[in-house]
């Protein structure tokens, strides 16, 4: 027996337990989250376990906001359905994808969430993190914060994922010393790289010169090396001798690198 529309609405209810969808939360507040100038260009398209995937317009958005993910994840992790993510990953998409969706734009959020309309998009990744630090020191008691990124951290201080983004960019500074100037040594790379500590610099020297040395063993097989390749022998050789330029002798070369790879870069 067929009954009116009216009656079969009237003694519907939704199923209890019933959970939102957790993306499209994240999408409703993500403007909030990242201010209205990061919005406009990158927005999220997927959540895959803990990695939220992040649609950008540009490459260079994509590198600007992975120096803000930190600040992002924490703000993320405020949210119950972002409570889980750890890391982000980003993907170029069509500008029309990346854009907010209309309904989700800056007043999109609860009261106390909402991000300004009338800040122009950020010019650089260092406004963009300043202002992601603004609208996280504007929600949050300042008692329990990460002093970098605003992100809740019991006890203060500065939270994991930032301590660990500065040991990455430390990482980084130091093992591009020790391409560009591999005979400064120790205390001079501390001294320009912040204050690395000795243990650290060590790690970080047998890391680069394995890797050197399996970019090296490729070249010797197949017999060829390009002017990149010949760069490395060279910061190799003065990184694992630990010797000033001028002092590297063909001797030093054959000792550390065998007679025929010597040959095969430095001929």
Known sequence: MLRPLSAALAGWAPAPGGRSDPLGAIVAQWPALVGAGVAANARPVALSGDTLVVGVRSSGWSQQLSLLAPGIIASLRELPEGAAVERLRFRLVAPATARPRPGLGAAAGPAGLRA??????????????????????????????????????????????????????????????????????????????????????????????????????????????????????????????????????????????????AALLFS
């Open 116 to 261: 300004p309309r009338d800040l122009p998009p950020a010019a650089s990744a260092a406004e963009a993190l300043q202002r992601l630090r603004e609208h996280a020191s504007a929600r949050r008691p300042a008692a329990g914060a990460c002093t970098d990124c605003g992100g809740p951290h019991p006890g203060g201080g500065r939270c994991s994922p930032c301590d660990s983004s500065e040991r990455q960019a430390r990482a980084a500074a130091v093992q591009r010393l020790m391409y560009e100037a591999p005979w400064l040594g120790y205390d001079e790379i501390a001294r320009l790289a912040g204050g690395v500590e000795r243990d650290e610099y060590d790690r970080l020297r047998r890391a680069l010169l394995a890797r050197w040395w399996e970019t090296l063993v490729v070249a010797e097989r197949s017999k060829r090396a390009t002017p990149h390749e010949r760069r490395i022998a060279s910061s190799y050789v003065l990184l694992q001798s630990g010797l000033d330029p001028e002092r590297i002798t063909p001797a030093v070369v054959r000792n550390l690198l065998g007679t025929q790879l």
